[in-house]
């Protein structure tokens, strides 16, 4: 069994309320707008990491991860990309990567909106943690905790982290 701490959207931000999550679970996923290479380094330090670059990472960070990850987990396999849109209007990138790999879990990001969906076309399903960072549209920043075992995703939560506005105790790309 693996617990997981899914997050998308950082935008150069964690904080002791992520970090503490972190800690309780055994891998991090992060969908994408990670924000710099520090906070891609100090997330590894923490717990193994498996992420993809979005589109307001730079350079760096871009050296460092792929645009598009598959790869399995218990017996699930799992799809990652940081834009790809939604069951029914996925964008074409996204729906060629569904038909070639044919996953059991579709992670994004992008969006700031957090969504858990079944996509019973595609047979997956699909998973956006919303937003964990202050940057951005979003209200109220999410991430999502899930189990995987044995081929089940299990005790899946949603977790808000309060208001998207300033952070105290907050690690960024200058520390």
Known sequence: MKKILLLSDTHDR???????YIAKSDQVWHAGDIGSSRILDNLSKLKPLRAVYGN???????LQLPEVLFFDCEGISVLMIHIAGYPGRYNSKTRDLIIKYRPKLLICGHSHILKVMQDKKNNHLHINPGAAGISGFHKIRTMLRFEIDNGKIQNLEAIELGARGRLANTINGTN
Do not use: E
């Not at 964690?14 to 503490?20: A, G, T």
């Not at 307001?56 to 871009?62: F, N």
């Open 14 to 20: 964690l904080d002791k309320k992520i970090i503490s």
């Open 56 to 62: 307001i990472d730079g350079h760096q960070v871009r």
